[in-house]
């Protein structure tokens, strides 16, 4: 697997939070994110966004290390997701601005089927490139996967790059 170390700097976001009226986690997050929040709409709507159409950012706040993307309770209340954006001029409503602090990352890119990328892509990081990389996970950093076009739902073809906040050990 090709792992990629980037210096990335702050980013202003623009996204939702998985929160609902209750404080609780959606049961079924993908359905009411591209269902009743058209959220393609509201990150269209956004004249700022870098991301093309479809291309979006998942946070995961408030995490020591990555979190098993395959099992439901990793995408709780702290899961953001969200466009990165060059100006906050312009934010629709029910969304919020946030920063992404800087940090290096390492970009790992999991593909196939989402439950089995992931869950692969996970073992390599904690069971072979953290360990011998001279590295940790920053917990002062985000988590995060950049979706792209290819990141459909359940499809083989799926793509997305998950991205590691670092420190040196």
Not at 114 to 132: C, G, M, R, S
Request: hydrophobic share 40%; charged share 20%.
């Amino acid at each position: 697997m090709t792992v990629q170390l980037l210096d990335i700097p702050e980013l202003n976001v623009i996204g939702w939070a998985n929160v609902n009226s209750s404080g609780e986690p959606y049961a079924n997050l993908w359905e009411y994110v591209f269902g009743e929040l058209d959220i393609d709409a509201k990150f269209d709507a956004i004249p700022t966004k870098v991301q093309s159409s479809g291309c979006y950012l998942g946070l995961f706040q408030n995490r020591t290390s990555v979190p098993k993307l395959w099992e439901h309770t990793a995408w709780d209340i702290d899961f953001f997701l969200c466009v990165e954006v060059e100006q906050l001029d312009c934010i629709p409503e029910g969304l919020v601005h946030k920063k992404l602090p800087a940090s290096t990352y390492a970009i790992f890119t999991a593909k196939g089927f989402p439950q089995l990328a992931f869950q692969h892509t996970w073992n390599y990081i904690h069971n072979e490139w953290l360990p011998d990389s001279g590295y940790k996970f920053n917990p002062d950093g985000v988590f995060y996967i950049q979706y792209t076009e290819k990141s459909g739902p359940d499809d083989e073809r799926f793509e997305a790059n998950l991205c590691v906040p670092l420190v040196k050990k």
